[in-house]
């Protein structure tokens, strides 16, 4: 080998050796490189996500949009996107899409309940999300008057808004004139009207049973039925508080005496049982012969002739002690009352003038 291979030879030798440190170098730099590459980019990230969760936060717990009370109607059996959705196009919250989610990674997605809600001003979609899951639902009421008659008070229950369905009970048909309590019922937004109807009948029976256990001795009538029957009576027959036990002791002292109640309200009921009579009765009334007509028949007709409240049913179980068997309204929308016919008629001719002078 001459001196020049040699020469060639070491210096390709040392070339490659210079090649192999230089590679030994370089990879670590270049792998250095992509991991602070990798480090960047993934902190990018964690930053632009906590970003969106830090305004999806402050979205869900801002305040709403709203400036006035809003009335909404969730429906049973919605999920929470169609939920999300309403609250949104009713203008409850801003973003649907965030309550979603907010209510998924609280795991109250489900707990959300149905209903008829009032929802305040600029409530937050937090807040919102808390009214729905504690069923904060709107009370409806619905009043059933006093003296009002059966199918009067079936409409009414027909009519409220928000109940739902037909009147199971037969449509009313096995319903009993005087079964339901009237008085005030609450009810929820898509309750049923059997139910609420269910609930008058129980508690007009749980009513009457519990005043009826604590009622005077030696009442001229044996049966809760037959007291319903002359509380209904009493209910027509005043609309003041003060005489409601005045004149259940007249109609216990007449049937004490065998004597007939008289009471034109039962004569009404006869000629119009589905509705009350749109005119006075006149005299050819009083002489129409029916079941529920106390001018000719004795004792108590056979059914109630409205729906008598509380304070009826308490008065002819607690009746005044009177010896009174006669009354006649006093113009003033009370009545005067008197123990003999002489007093009565005294009484009627002064009640005929008020007539005549009102009629003039």
């Not at 009043?143 to 009313?172: N, S, V, W, Y």
Request: some cysteine; glycine content about 8%.
């Amino acid at each position: 080998m001459s001196d020049n291979d040699d020469f060639e030879q070491r210096l390709r030798t040392s070339a490659n050796r210079q090649s192999e440190r230089l590679s030994r170098i370089e990879k670590p730099k270049s792998r250095r490189w992509f991991v602070r590459l990798a480090v960047l980019l993934v902190a990018f990230v964690l930053t632009a996500g906590l970003g969106v969760i830090a305004w999806g936060v402050s979205e869900f717990n801002a305040p709403g949009p709203m400036t006035d009370l809003v009335t909404i109607v969730l429906p049973r059996g919605a999920g929470v996107n169609a939920i999300a959705r309403k609250l949104e196009t009713a203008g409850v919250i801003r973003r649907a899409d965030v309550f979603v989610i907010a209510t998924r990674i609280q795991k109250t997605a489900t707990r959300l309940k149905a209903g008829e809600y009032e929802i305040p001003p600029a409530v937050s979609a937090k807040a919102v999300m808390h009214i729905l899951i504690r069923g904060d639902t709107v009370v409806r009421k619905l009043t059933i008057t006093e003296g009002l008659q059966t199918p009067q008070a079936l409409e009414l229950i027909l009519a409220a808004e928000g109940l739902q369905g037909d009147l199971g009970m037969a449509g009313g048909v096995s319903l009993a004139e005087g079964e339901l309590l009237p008085e005030t019922w609450h009810y929820k937004w898509g309750d049923s009207r059997d139910a609420v109807l269910k609930r008058m009948r129980a508690g007009q029976q749980k009513l009457l049973s519990g005043e009826w256990a604590k009622r005077e001795k030696n009442l001229p009538f044996e049966t809760m039925a037959e007291a319903l029957v002359l509380a209904s009576i009493v209910e027509k027959e005043t609309g003041k508080a003060a005489e409601r036990a005045h004149v259940a002791g007249v109609f216990v002292n007449r049937l004490r005496r065998g004597m007939r109640l008289q009471s034109d309200p039962t004569v009404a009921y006869g000629l119009s049982p589905d509705e009350p009579l749109d005119r006075a009765l006149s005299r050819a009334d009083l002489k129409t012969d029916h079941v529920w007509n106390t001018y000719i028949h004795k004792g108590l007709p056979p059914s109630p002739i409205c729906l008598p409240g509380r304070a009826s049913i308490q008065a002819v179980l607690h009746p005044m002690e009177t010896k009174d068997l006669y009354f006649v309204a006093d113009g003033t929308g009370g009545h005067v009352f008197a123990a003999n016919l002489a007093g009565h008629n005294r009484n009627v001719a002064k009640w005929r003038k008020i007539q005549r002078d009102k009629n003039n």
